[in-house]
């Protein structure tokens, strides 16, 4: 079985966070970066997605997403 989660890691001087994509399947992790970045308040780490509902945070999700 494999589990697939974002996570950010510690944001730049802009107070920016990568964001990266791990996959842990049959005890192996690959840890993956997205190339995005967003600030940590504005990420909901439960649900894996940015929390605002603006254009921008639109498209953020649906790139996650895919």
């Known amino acids: 079985m494999a589990t697939i989660n974002f996570y950010l890691d510690k944001p730049d001087k802009k107070g920016q966070a990568p964001i990266y994509l ?39 999700n649906h790139y996650l997403t895919y």
Request: proline share 5%; aromatic share 6%; net charge neutral.
């Open 22 to 60: 791990r996959i842990n399947c049959n005890g192996s992790q690959i840890k993956l970066s997205t190339g995005q970045k967003i600030d940590p308040e504005q990420f909901d780490k439960k649900h894996q997605r940015a929390i605002d509902s603006t254009p921008e945070a639109t498209e953020f």
